[in-house]
Every structure is written in C-alpha cells, then in structure tokens.
C-alpha cells in the first residue's frame, strides 16, 4: 500500500491537471495504536515528498462554523446583527470580571460575533484540550457532543448563549445529561501515572453538591453553581490538568451585584452567584431622591434639551429659596457600538460644559 501511493503521487505530478486528494473521513480510536500511527507517518511523509501543501480539514477557528451549519437554520444566519446585543451584553458581563477583556472589548466582541451562538471559550476548550484525548475524535467527536447537548437542553434551556448550561441536566431530575455522561466515559479512558479516574461518579457526586447549595441559597435561583462544576470538568483534561480561575471567568460570564468573594473555599461556594445574561442589562436607576425632594424625569430629543434650555431662567426664579438641580444622561450608540472617533469628539465638548461628563 505505501508502495502504491508512493507511484500514485509521483505520476500526478506529472500529468497537467490532476490531483490526489487524501481525507481522512473518521478517526478510529481504536486504530490509534502503534501500528496505525506509523501507517500514518509513512502515508504523510510520502505526500510531503512531493512538496504539496498540506491541508488540515477543520481548524480551531473553523469549530464554531462547522456547528452553526450543522445546528442553526440558515434564515438564522441571515442578520447576524440581530444578535449583536447578546453579543454586547455577554462580554460586557465578562468584561465586569476580567481585566484582559475590558481593555480590548471590541477584539472580544468580534470574537463573541464571529463564534455566536456558541461560546468561544467552549469550542475552544474542545478543540485544545479534549481532542488530545484518545477517545475524543476531533470533528466528529465536537459535532456528535453539541448534538447530545442541543436536543436535550433545547427543552428547557432559554439562554442565547450556547455555553456550559447545555450540558446540564434537566430541571428537577438528579441525573446528568446524555452528553456530559458521553463526556465523562471518554475521559474515563485516559491513564495518569497508570491510574484512571471515574469521572461519572465524580461529575454526579459534585453536581449534587453544587444542587445542595443552590437549594440552600435563596439567591441561587438559576442553577449558578451547576455550570462551574461541569466548566471546571471540562477544563480539567487531560488528567493533571486544572481549570484556571480566568478560564472559569470567560465562560461562566457574570457574578451578580450581591455574589460573595471569587475565588473561594467550599463552604464559601453558597455566597457565589454568576449569572448568564439573557438580554442587555437595563441602564442603573438613578439613586432615590431624599425625604422631601420631588423629581421630574423624562426622555429628551436633542430640541427639547434646547426648549429647557430657554426656560431654565424662568424655572430658577420660581424655585427661589429651594435648592434646584439638574441630573444630565447622555446615551450614544444603538444596536453597534459606536466608532471611537465620534465618542471622542462629544467628550471633548462635553468637557467644555463639565468634566464629569463623560461618555465611557
């Protein structure tokens, strides 16, 4: 057989308008050993002899769209700036949390956009971590994993975002999902320093940990520990590896204003709310006015900013002898976030009225 291919890619590149093209449809486990690696070995140095380039079918930045065309309608596709506020509203979450992101939000931004509905962080932690495993096939393994996932938790889970909450089970049953059961029996394949770890029963041990919590936390009311647990699984392949406190970040999402300290201990877990966005998060209402203030708000076009602005001295007459003041919001942008060049030129003359107003 090498023989044969040796001949056959030495007479195609003689002939005008030929090619040999090799794929490799699916990868047997099974046939990973010794001998099918050296097979492998020798069928690729022969192609290489005859210096063409080579060619690798599905790449780390390829993962999410091979998803979106397998999973998601075409009519979905068809405006991806529909989704653009999820997008905004999940890494602005992020951002709340991790530094790196909130220095560079556009990069994640486009990031989030270019992978959505899947989270990034999942597919990658996927394509670098488990198809290093012997028993996880690369396409295959990624497309057959979602599969289980997506019709399971499309029952029950309301989230834009396809994250770790796909793999969770369903509300109100104990047992974990068809796909993180096919998850933990693959990683209970792999050997470290000759020992292999049950993973099933760990995942469901810890889960009912994480669902004790929950049920003992009022505040816990959107199974926030669940993902956590099954994040850290996912970033813990292979066997000696661990779920760095930044990756738990960018995958989790958002702690809420009233969550307890992260990173913890154990028994500090029951405090810890993170919380996956499902929309964008409203402005913050302004602070309540004191006992005996009245306040009149409204939402203003820019020509009734410049009505107010010819009755101001009018209003300051009538309010002789009370304390009057005027509270300014500025919003700018829609469904994109505005360029930098014109957020620049308006706080330049915002600056002109008032340093403290700032569009940020």
């Given at each position: ?42 069928l ?19 993962v ?6 397998r ?14 506020p999820h997008?905004?509203?999940?890494v ?31 597919t ?19 497309l ?27 509300p109100?049953k ?20 000759g ?16 669902r ?17 647990v099954f994040?850290?699984?996912l ?9 760095l ?15 307890g ?8 877990a029951?405090n ?57 919001r ?20 915002l ?10």
């Open positions: 057989m090498i023989n044969f291919f040796q001949f056959l890619t030495q007479a195609a590149t003689k002939v005008d308008r030929c090619a040999v093209v090799a794929s490799l449809l699916a990868t047997d486990p099974r046939k990973s050993d010794a001998l099918g690696k050296e097979l492998t070995q020798e690729c140095a022969i192609f290489r002899r005859e210096k063409e380039e080579g060619v690798q079918p599905v790449g780390k930045e390829d999410a769209e091979v998803l979106r065309r999973f998601v309608t075409p009519k979905f596709l068809e405006d991806r700036e529909a989704f653009r997008v905004v509203a999940a602005k979450n992020i951002s709340e949390l991790d530094e790196q992101t909130r220095k560079d939000k556009k990069a994640s931004e486009d990031r989030f956009a270019r992978n959505f509905p899947f989270h990034p962080d999942l990658d932690v996927f394509y670098t971590k488990w198809t290093n495993l012997k028993g996880f096939q690369r396409t295959r393994g990624i057959r994993t979602f599969a289980l996932a997506l019709r399971d938790a499309e029952k029950w889970d309301e989230c834009p975002l396809v994250a770790a909450n796909v793999f969770l089970g369903e109100g104990g047992a974990i999902s068809e796909a993180a059961r096919e998850l933990t029996t693959v990683a209970a394949t792999e050997e470290y320093e020992k292999k770890q049950e993973w099933t029963g760990i995942l469901e041990g810890e889960l009912v940990k994480a004790d919590i929950q049920a003992e936390t009022g505040a816990l009311g959107f199974r926030e520990i669940e993902p956590a994040a850290t699984f970033h813990s392949q292979l066997i000696g590896q661990r779920a406190t930044r990756e738990l970040y960018l995958l989790l999402g958002e702690r809420s204003l009233d969550s300290p992260w990173p913890c201990d154990f028994s500090g029951q810890v709310r993170i919380i996956l966005a499902k929309e964008p998060p409203p402005p913050s209402p302004p602070p309540p006015p004191p006992s005996g203030v009245l306040v009149a708000e409204a939402e203003f076009q820019p020509n009734q900013i410049q009505d107010l602005a010819e009755q101001v001295a009018d209003i300051k007459k009538a309010a002789v002898g009370l304390e009057l003041k005027f509270r300014l500025i919003e700018l942008g829609g469904v994109q976030s505005p360029s930098d060049e014109p957020v620049i030129q308006i706080n330049q003359m600056e002109e009225i008032s340093d403290k107003l700032k569009l940020k």
